[in-house]
């Protein structure tokens, strides 16, 4: 059970401490491969006005599985209305700071909403719009099936266009 402080991460993100967090979510650590803190946020206003500060970022985030945790900036609804969440991926260091789509980060996601939401046990599509502030929309499809209270599947999809292709020769 992770505890963050929420101010430290308003301040990354240039929000407002009441941006953060929205019915009973609050930032929380999760990981399906690849370790992420889910930052809650108000609105899809308020996830669309982020400028994400990588030094406050790296100073308050948990070091896992061997890196820095990312930062999975989510929240109800979206520009599309038929999806559930709208989100943002953010990565520490000077590298990739935001994707488009995140696979890894919405598998880490199913965790986080499940366990916010309580989903009642049979099948649940949730469809989580990415990529929208940068211009490159996405749309992930996440499957969850609850059993006796618990995740007892998850699948994640959705379409590619294939934007670029190399070959390595070594």
Not at 158 to 163: E, R, S
């Amino acid at each position: 059970d992770a505890r963050f402080d929420r101010q430290a991460i308003a301040d990354a993100l240039s929000l407002k401490l009441s941006q953060i967090g929205f019915e009973n979510h609050v930032p929380s650590f999760w990981s399906a491969g690849a370790p992420f803190v889910m930052v809650p946020v108000h609105d899809v206003a308020a996830v669309s006005t982020i400028e994400f500060d990588s030094l406050r970022w790296e100073q308050l985030t948990p070091m896992a599985e061997g890196r820095l945790a990312s930062a999975y900036v989510y929240c109800r609804g979206g520009v599309n209305h038929t999806a559930r969440f709208h989100a943002r991926k953010f990565g520490p260091g000077a590298g990739n700071l935001e994707d488009p789509a995140t696979g890894s980060a919405v598998a880490a996601l199913s965790g986080a909403i499940h366990f916010f939401d309580q989903f009642v046990d049979g099948h649940h599509p949730v469809l989580v719009e990415q990529g929208v502030e940068m211009g490159r929309p996405s749309f992930i499809h996440l499957h969850l099936d609850i059993a006796g209270g618990e995740i007892s599947n998850a699948r994640i999809g959705g379409h590619a266009v294939k934007i670029a292709a190399g070959e390595l020769y070594v």
